[in-house]
């Protein structure tokens, strides 16, 4: 892309092309490219190359497990009944898309428009997480067609797993409307953004409340195996605040890491907004991250006091606990301090990937890798799980970048003059951004048909 | 404009109490078991390992053909757990001691509060109050939850079917006996009666007595007598129980109860974060006008 931006191809970013005309939905679906210019620029990527590897094998095993079964595509243990599908897949992303309701929640409950540059990355983060967990979930599910069970069928409202699939499929909804705003735009149906800015507060305040409570319940789930998770990492009364508050980092330092990623990449896609602010709200997010990991190390360590578990710490386990508790939140907090306190953004952008690196860690170990403790073996999960997690991520990378590449998150839609009034008064009044240099600045310098 | 936005907030998280009032906390004090229900008491004294149980089970629940016969004796070399194709397994331990071998049937043990019940996300299982605990495999959407949840490692998952897999364990020969006040198949079959089967209080009395009448045949504890609550299969042992392969660290309550905690939290958010948050909103939305936030002083909020 950036060597055909350098040849005149003007970007994608208004419904117009540069000769005034309205594009196509293909003209915004190609980037404004001609098919084999697409190509062209597709097939020059590395990263696609790559990605085509992961898919071609892959794909077909993904496939396989459905046409022959959990045995044959998964570890199919009695004493690990969750697997990578779940211990990774679900119980790792959806920490780290807990972006969407903190930035939500900071842009429109307490105003801080400062951060808006990277509200709609933050949404976007949060809705792919979730749905690709829900893709994991429904890849390990024995009989997925049978989803919708706890909703329509069968009720078990005293199970934990209820509320997380009440709440994790409300909370979807509620992301997609969140995210709609940005298709609303791109694809020229203002009246649709209209609606749902006027529900936004609504929108972030159940967001609030339905991440609370599945976030927590993910973690809650565990204290049905008080015997089976390992003490340090088993709480009867802390689980779910322990699941909960490291949610918090993992989704602020996600944003940090996928912004960090999508600057570098794709450049050409962000706008001077974007660019000039990046420094700034990457510095806010990942102080925000670093209260969020004081708070989760000094609850834990609450939570071993409590139940007096330090004994375990002596032992083969208490070394992996403490290379995840140091490698994966002690470390990261003080690059993150020292960074945000000298500006040096790429020891905060180290630190913000570290902690994802430990949220995962955390929520893998409680699921998967100390599962089970007082049992013999320990379970490798077999080559098909593995590629069948890899394709899967691999295709929420497909669509992250899809998506990146054409909805209006790292830029700003423009409007034709006639439309802008009408749209602009309702969610960003002029006074406003007025009041705001920076962003006014940049928003100025790039714009050309104002 | 805003106090609209105010009540579709309160409107938005009153309809989401209303979904939610189904996430009610499962608040009654501890249940310790119908009445009436049946258990059954193995005493590992009288176990010589001979695996007819197993042989019983697999015939009376339509069961596939193990991979070697009910004959073979080499299957106490390891330490085997009830899976989809067997609901239940002898297991011997302590082989080389002189009182030994000591030998341990697995299955399900049928507890007054289930975990696996109390985790099931679409109500799969029933505790009856003939104390059996079965389960619906026409709503198994295949969660595996209730793996997880078993303290005792009992239900298998049919990890081999593609189209109609289900969770499977021993359901007390429920739908083919016990409803008719027979015995279990297992316990019919047993040529050492080293399994009784009665009234889970009658089978408490008569544990008892036969530790206090042969104290010395015996440690002097029932398993799963108080175990979680209390389970409708109850041991015997001539020793310690954590030596023949028992979990003796799971304590005497039921796994809702570590549960509860969480459970009870969930009505409190869902009823004052609406407000709470709404409210904070109204508050920062005074200086919207002159807000020219110091990025230096202000905090991520979340």
Known sequence: ?450 | MKRRNFLKACLIGGTTIALGKTNKGWAAGSFEGYPEAMGVLVDTTRCIGCRSCEAACNKEQNLPEPDTSFNDNSVFQEDRRPTAKAYTVVNAYQKNQPGGPVYRKVQCNHCNEPACLTSCFVNAYTKTKEGAVIYNPDVCVGCRNCMIACPFNVPGYDYESVTNPVVKKCILCYDTRLKVGKPPACVEICPQEALTFGHRADLIKVAHERIRANPERYVDHVYGEKELGGTSWLYLAPTDFDKIGFDTTLGNDPIISNVKDFLGMVPMVLSIWPALFSGIHLLSKHDAEGHGHDTENTEEDR
Request: glycine share 8%; aromatic share 14%.
């Open chain 1, 1 to 450: 892309m950036k060597k055909m931006i350098q040849h005149g191809l003007a970007v994608v970013d208004s419904p117009y092309n540069e000769s005034g005309a309205k594009r196509t939905i293909m003209d915004k679906l190609l980037l404004g490219l001609t098919p084999s210019q697409y190509l062209l620029q597709a097939f020059r990527n590395p990263l696609n190359w790559i990605l085509a590897a992961i898919f071609a094998i892959g794909i077909p095993i993904l496939l396989g497990r459905f046409v022959f079964g959990l045995a044959w595509a998964t570890s199919g243990s009695n004493d690990y009944p969750w697997g990578l599908f779940l211990g990774f897949g679900l119980f790792a992303m959806v920490p780290l898309s807990s972006s969407g309701f903190q930035l939500g929640t900071a842009c429109e409950i307490f105003g801080r428009h400062d951060l808006e540059p990277i509200e709609r990355l933050a949404l976007l983060n949060g809705l792919l997480g979730y749905f690709f967990a829900v893709v994991y979930l429904l890849a390990d599910l024995g009989q997925p067609w049978r989803l919708p069970y706890p909703m329509v069928v069968s009720f078990g409202p005293a199970a934990v797993l209820f509320l997380v699939a009440w709440h994790v499929a409300t909370y979807l909804s509620v992301q997609v409307a969140e995210v709609s705003t940005a298709f609303f735009e791109w694809i020229g149906f203002p009246a649709g953004k209209r609606g749902v800015r006027r529900i936004t507060l609504g929108l972030t305040v159940s967001g609030i409340i339905l991440s609370t409570l599945h976030q927590g319940a993910l973690g809650a789930l565990f204290t049905y195996a008080p015997g089976k998770v390992h003490p340090l990492w088993y709480s009867s009364s802390f689980q779910w605040l322990h699941f909960f508050v490291s949610s918090l980092p993992g989704g602020l330092c996600m944003v940090i890491g996928v912004s960090t990623i999508a600057a570098k990449t794709m450049t050409w896609r962000t706008d001077g907004r974007f660019q000039k602010n990046l420094d700034r709200i990457t510095v806010s997010l990942a102080k925000g991250a670093c209260m969020g990991i004081a708070t989760y190390i000094t609850i834990k360590l609450i939570g071993i006091a409590h139940d007096n578990k330090w004994s375990y710490l002596d032992s083969g386990w208490g070394q992996w606990f403490m290379l995840e508790i140091i490698m994966g939140f002690m470390v990261p907090l003080t690059l993150m301090t020292y960074g945000v306190h000298t500006r040096k953004m790429a020891i905060v952008r180290l630190g913000a990937f570290m902690t994802v690196f430990g949220v995962v860690l955390n929520r893998v170990n409680t699921a998967i890798i100390t599962f089970n403790w007082k049992l013999p073996h320990r379970e490798i999960p077999p080559w098909r799980e593995v590629v069948i997690s890899l394709a899967i991520f691999a295709i929420y990378i497909v669509v992250y970048r899809f998506i990146l590449y054409r909805l209006p998150i790292l830029y700003r839609w423009r409007l034709q003059e006639q439309e802008a009034p009408v749209t602009e008064a309702v969610h960003a009044p002029a006074a406003r951004r007025e009041s705001a240099p920076v962003p006014v600045a940049s928003y100025s310098n790039m714009t050309e048909l104002d």
